[in-house]
Structure formats: structure tokens, C-alpha cells
């Protein structure tokens, strides 16, 4: 799994600002581990009048002047849930929107369609379930 920066800026006109770390090519920094991310997070938010850490390898803060901004170490999942994949031990899954479960995303094993199904996920947003078939896909 690789993690990214999520940077929100608030000023005193309480709008948040909310962006991701990039590098020099606009693209998003990307890291292997949350050890590699917490080294930016602290470099970003060192400078200001006062910061710290909210929590380790996850967040941390920086106060200068009326801004101040929080830098958390956030999962960089996929943009669309894949509608079948294959886990690391060969088994096949599937995900879909479950009409008959209040709406929920469901992440299942394709093998068996049974309603009893312990192999059965439900989730309530796509960025929860992203992360479970990215979990999934990495596990052995």
C-alpha cells in the first residue's frame, strides 16, 4: 500500500484549503510507508511559530501567524473500484453496489453467491471498500 500527504491550510476567514503534497512535476508524492511520509510531514509543518505532532505517522500541525495547517498521512487508494479481481492466492472477487443491502458497496467472493456468504463484505463509501480490496490484493 502507498500513502500520500493530505495538506488542509485554514486562515482566520475559516475556509479550509485542502491539497496533496506534490513534487516539482505537479505530480502526487507517493510513499512506501508511513515512516517515508511522516519525514515530509515534519519538514512541511517545522517551520511554522508553533507545530507538533497530533499523532505518530499519521498527523502533525504547524500554527503561523492566523494560518495554521494539519498534514495527515492518508492510504492512496484506487480511483474506481475494479469490478473483479484476483487476491494474492488466486481467488476471484467481485465488487458492486448491492441494491438489496441498503445501497451498499459490497466486496464478495465470486465463488460463492450464497446471501449467507462469510466472504461477504459490506461497506458503507467506496474509499472504505478501496481500501479493503487494496488489503485484499496485498494480503497473502
Given at each position: 500500500?502507498?500513502?500520500?500527504?493530505?495538506?488542509?491550510?485554514?486562515?482566520?476567514?475559516?475556509?479550509?484549503?485542502?491539497?496533496?503534497?506534490?513534487?516539482?512535476?505537479?505530480?502526487?508524492?507517493?510513499?512506501?510507508?508511513?515512516?517515508?511520509?511522516?519525514?515530509?510531514?515534519?519538514?512541511?509543518?517545522?517551520?511554522?511559530?508553533?507545530?507538533?505532532?497530533?499523532?505518530?505517522?499519521?498527523?502533525?500541525?504547524?500554527?503561523?501567524?492566523?494560518?495554521?495547517?494539519?498534514?495527515?498521512?492518508?492510504?492512496?487508494?484506487?480511483?474506481?473500484?475494479?469490478?473483479?479481481?484476483?487476491?494474492?492466492?488466486?481467488?476471484?472477487?467481485?465488487?458492486?453496489?448491492?441494491?438489496?443491502?441498503?445501497?451498499?458497496?459490497?466486496?464478495?467472493?465470486?465463488?460463492?453467491?450464497?446471501?449467507?456468504?462469510?466472504?461477504?463484505?459490506?461497506?458503507?463509501?467506496t474509499e472504505?471498500a478501496a481500501?479493503?480490496?487494496?488489503?485484499?490484493?496485498?494480503?497473502?
Open positions: 500500500m502507498q500513502y500520500k500527504l493530505k495538506i488542509t491550510q485554514v486562515s482566520d476567514n475559516c475556509v479550509p484549503v485542502i491539497y496533496y503534497h506534490t513534487k516539482e512535476d505537479k505530480q502526487v508524492c507517493l510513499y512506501p510507508h508511513p515512516n517515508h511520509a511522516s519525514i515530509d510531514a515534519i519538514e512541511i509543518t517545522r517551520y511554522g511559530d508553533a507545530y507538533g505532532c497530533i499523532k505518530p505517522q499519521q498527523s502533525y500541525f504547524s500554527t503561523q501567524g492566523d494560518t495554521t495547517i494539519v498534514v495527515e498521512i492518508v492510504p492512496h487508494l484506487e480511483n474506481v473500484l475494479p469490478k473483479d479481481f484476483v487476491d494474492k492466492r488466486g481467488r476471484k472477487w467481485e465488487t458492486f453496489i448491492d441494491l438489496c443491502y441498503y445501497d451498499m458497496v459490497c466486496v464478495r467472493w465470486a465463488d460463492d453467491k450464497s446471501f449467507n456468504n462469510p466472504l461477504s463484505f459490506h461497506f458503507d463509501t472504505q481500501l479493503f480490496v487494496q488489503l485484499l490484493k496485498e494480503a497473502c
